[in-house]
């Protein structure tokens, strides 16, 4: 039996984008999805060029693809025309960006020199396979596994300087390349109540239903 693209599309809806809770077919990353017999070609993007995540988000997708009876093999091309915009995302997805936004207390900003990020909650493996993190009420985000290893390394004992330098490491880029997406993934991580930054109030401003 072939699988339908619809089948595909409705398996990808179970993989989230790395770095907002929301999956990757309500964030308008995916472009086009074909199918011939076992064969899946799929047309995608990302969000930035700059996005040290975009090995594991490939792997991700071919993952979910597969999960779908049928298929066998899968290719995924990343292409950057048209570039995406907030325009490519659902309705729905809009409306859970603002609603996250708005009406919510904000933490402080980060503060660069001398903010040092602690890891808090914990980390479950599903059934499938992939990882959630949850934070103390219990809200889960899905993550990957370079976003894992980044948010053990958020000891309390290194400062936003030396986490970029790990980063780096991990994703064997430029220093350059990840400081500010470093800044944004530790201010994700902390907005979902994961990371915790001593000496400042920290109000999560995300809400799941």
């Given at each position: 039996?072939?699988?339908?693209?619809?089948?595909?599309?409705?398996?990808?809806?179970?993989?989230?984008?790395?770095?907002?809770?929301?999956?990757?077919?309500?964030?308008?990353?995916?472009?086009?999805?074909?199918?011939?017999?076992?064969?899946?070609?799929?047309?995608?993007?990302?969000?930035?060029?700059?996005?040290?995540?975009?090995?594991?988000?490939?792997?991700?997708?071919?993952?979910?693809?597969?999960?779908?009876?049928?298929?066998?093999?899968?290719?995924?091309?990343?292409?950057?025309?048209?570039?995406?915009?907030?325009?490519?995302?659902?309705?729905?997805?809009?409306?859970?960006?603002?609603?996250?936004?708005?009406?919510?207390?904000?933490?402080?900003?980060?503060?660069?020199?001398?903010?040092?990020?602690?890891?808090?909650?914990?980390?479950?493996?599903?059934?499938?396979?992939?990882?959630?993190?949850?934070?103390e009420h219990d809200q889960g985000f899905m993550v990957n596994q370079a976003?894992?290893?980044?948010?053990?390394?958020?000891?309390?004992?290194?400062?936003?300087?030396?986490?970029?330098?790990?980063?780096?490491?991990?994703?064997?880029?430029?220093?350059?390349?990840?400081?500010?997406?470093?800044?944004?993934?530790?201010?994700?991580?902390?907005?979902?109540?994961?990371?915790?930054?001593?000496?400042?109030?920290?109000?999560?401003?995300?809400?799941?239903?």
């Open positions: 039996m072939q699988a339908s693209p619809q089948d595909v599309e409705n398996s990808l809806r179970k993989c989230m984008d790395p770095e907002v809770p929301l999956n990757i077919v309500e964030m308008g990353l995916i472009y086009g999805i074909e199918v011939k017999g076992g064969d899946v070609d799929i047309k995608m993007t990302m969000t930035t060029q700059g996005c040290p995540l975009h090995e594991t988000l490939v792997q991700d997708v071919t993952r979910y693809a597969k999960k779908v009876p049928g298929v066998e093999n899968v290719n995924v091309q990343i292409v950057w025309d048209p570039p995406w915009s907030m325009d490519s995302m659902s309705p729905e997805a809009r409306d859970k960006i603002r609603g996250m936004a708005s009406g919510q207390a904000t933490p402080a900003p980060i503060d660069y020199d001398r903010a040092m990020p602690q890891g808090v909650g914990k980390l479950a493996q599903q059934e499938d396979g992939s990882m959630v993190l949850i934070n976003i894992v290893d980044f948010w053990k390394c958020c000891d309390g004992r290194r400062k936003m300087t030396e986490l970029v330098d790990v980063f780096a490491q991990q994703t064997g880029m430029q220093r350059a390349q990840v400081e500010k997406e470093v800044t944004q993934l530790v201010q994700q991580l902390r907005d979902g109540g994961l990371i915790a930054i001593p000496g400042q109030a920290d109000t999560p401003n995300v809400t799941f239903h």
